[in-house]
């Protein structure tokens, strides 16, 4: 099942725009996580933030965390066209305190960046 | 080093049958983790090996199931294939299951059509 809400579910910005999308959930967590996946393939791990931190740079990416809202963003900042992609966050639970390798997954957000 | 390497990359299977499908995860990582990802359903946690045994499952029927060899390398079977089994189905792999602070490595998938 799906840990809980992304929004929006597409984007479409102009190269050089900021772009933010924001995922909710619904259990407590470890830990949140956000992900960038590319016309079907794999996923790729862009920045994780732990249940106690409240906001988390990479780069160009600023994660923040409200766990007393259940909800995260994520900020990509000067967008470029490679930045085109689905963005997921998931949640590393802490529902019984196993959750051995188990990640639940919003259901994503498409960003297409224009050049 | 070497990432996540899933083969094969595109199966075509008809109803009915079986199929298997590989994974090896990055040289060291113990932990193995499978996901089934649909237009519908999103990504869905299939199960997780570590050390050759299984510690974690989701909620898939009895037809989905697994292996994990000493070297690591993991296998997941479908048997009595049906059209709704049409995925993309990832592979993570990390040292032991848990985050520990990183994020997880996935594989580039394997694309199933059910015909």
């Known amino acids: 099942s799906q840990q809980g809400e992304e929004d929006p579910q597409a984007l479409s910005i102009q190269e050089g725009e900021n772009a933010t999308m924001n995922c909710s959930y619904k259990?407590?967590?470890?830990?949140l996580q956000w992900y960038r996946q590319n016309s079907g393939r794999g996923l790729v791990h862009l920045i994780l933030?732990?249940?106690?931190?409240r906001e988390k740079h990479s780069g160009r990416l600023r994660v923040t965390l409200d766990t007393s809202k259940k909800s995260s963003s994520l900020l990509i900042t000067a967008s470029r066209a490679a930045d085109t992609a689905s963005y997921f966050c998931?949640?590393?639970?802490?529902?019984?305190?196993?959750?051995?390798?188990?990640?639940?997954f919003g259901q994503g957000t498409i960003l297409t960046v224009h050049p | 080093k070497a990432g996540v390497t899933q083969t094969p990359r595109y199966l075509i299977k008809t109803r009915g049958q079986q199929v298997t499908l590989s994974c090896s995860p990055i040289?060291?990582?113990?932990?193995v983790s499978w996901y089934q990802q649909t237009p519908g359903q999103g990504l869905q946690f299939l199960f997780e090996?570590?050390?050759?045994?299984?510690?974690n499952k989701g909620n898939f029927p009895g037809r989905f199931s697994g292996r994990q060899f000493s070297n690591s390398r993991s296998e997941m079977n479908v048997s009595t294939l049906e059209l709704g089994d049409s995925a993309l189905y990832l592979c993570?792999?990390?040292?032991?299951?848990?985050?520990?602070?990183?994020?997880?490595?996935f594989g580039s998938g394997t694309r199933l059509t059910v015909v």
């Open positions: 259990t407590s967590i470890n830990n």
């Open positions: 993570a792999s990390s040292l032991a299951g848990g985050t520990g602070g990183h994020g997880y490595t």
């Open positions: 040289s060291g990582h113990r932990s």
């Open positions: 933030i732990r249940s106690n931190e």
């Open positions: 998931a949640t590393d639970d802490n529902a019984g305190g196993t959750s051995y390798g188990k990640l639940t």
């Open positions: 090996y570590f050390s050759e045994t299984q510690r």
